[in-house]
């Protein structure tokens, strides 16, 4: 952490951190990027100032001092996606310490995020998808290994899971049921169903595993036996794209795209999809899938009581 912090605010960010880590069930990832956005920012004000700032004076900062701080970022190419997302985490920091402390937070709470246009999902086609899943069921010599990357793409296509997710299974899971409980973003529980596909899958590829598959320990292993690698995952299927020639975007996390917008132009309910996706916001599931304003309008119809 940089030498610009002051110890008291070198102690109220730790605070911080662990409300985030604790109360608000932040993974270790995002508890490490809220702290570098948070004290990249505090640091700035310090050097901004010409002096290590204690808590008074950062209470005390003007909206000309966070623009200076985003105008700084802009300088060094941090684009506006990323900025937007640093701002968040200055925005929630004081929130929850205006809130603990008792001050008026609102010159930093009001400043604007930049603009960026969000990037839209591309799922593949229900095809694609397909010769997706049989080209890595051949991909590799070794047996026990082609199963393997075989059954973690078909739960991230045939279950909507995160590719950190699928990884994090433990061989206590075996073998599947037709529900698969899963620990999601935030460490909200979720159940979602098994597809008799995806179970063979993992079955298959759990009677060929060389490694020891104890309860205790993680399903899907790497070549000498430790935990795979999601950075695995991707070099399989991008290898596989490649040979089919599909997009770039033909990545592990396409296939969870794919779940969810194949689920709806099947007749899925927007809404049910949200859950097994674990999704927190019905517009991040609407974002998530390939639906257009038509489709919308159609479930809307057919669901909503009044229509």
């Known amino acids: ?33 809220y702290g ?31 623009r200076a701080w985003m105008a700084a ?3 060094e190419d941090v684009g506006a996606r990323s900025l937007a997302r640093k701002l968040s ?17 609102t010159p930093i709470l ?14 593949l086609s229900v095809p694609a998808a397909q010769e997706l899943l049989d080209q890595i069921a051949v991909q590799d010599d070794r047996n026990w290994v082609s199963a393997r990357d075989l059954a973690v793409v078909i739960l991230l296509y045939g279950c909507g899971l995160r590719i950190s997710e699928a990884l994090s299974l433990t061989a206590a899971a075996l073998p599947l049921s037709d529900t698969l409980r899963i620990r999601g973003k935030g460490n909200k529980d979720r159940e979602v169903p098994v597809l008799p596909l995806a179970r063979a899958a993992v079955e298959r590829y759990a009677q060929l ?27 399989v299927v991008e290898a596989a794209r490649m040979q089919l020639g599909l997009p770039a975007t033909a990545t592990p996390h396409a296939m969870r795209h794919s779940f969810a ?39 809307y119809r057919n669901a909503h009581p009044k229509a």
């Not at 200055?90 to 008026?104: C, T």
């Open 209 to 235: 595993c060389p490694h020891d598959l104890s309860p205790d320990q993680p399903l899907f292993r790497g070549i000498r036996g430790g935990a795979l690698n999601p950075r695995q995952v991707a070099k």
């Open 261 to 299: 917008t194949h689920l709806l132009d099947a007749g899925g309910d927007l809404r049910a999809i949200q859950e097994l996706l674990g999704h927190e916001s019905l517009s991040t599931t609407q974002a998530y899938t390939a639906v257009d304003t038509a489709r919308l309008l159609e479930v």
């Open 89 to 105: 985490a200055v925005k929630n920091f004081y929130r929850w310490w205006s809130e603990r402390d008792g001050f008026d937070a």
């Open 36 to 66: 570098s956005d948070v004290a990249g920012f505090l640091d700035f004000q310090s050097r901004h100032h010409g002096t290590q700032l204690g808590l008074s004076p950062l209470q005390s900062l003007t909206p000309r001092d966070t």
């Open 1 to 33: 952490m940089s030498l610009a912090l002051s110890p008291a605010a070198r102690d109220l960010l730790a605070a911080w951190l662990d409300h985030v880590g604790s109360l608000r069930g932040g993974s270790q990832a995002t508890v490490k990027a």
């Open 110 to 123: 009001s400043t604007r995020s930049p603009k960026f246009q969000k990037k839209l999902p591309r799922p």
């Open 73 to 75: 970022e802009r300088a």
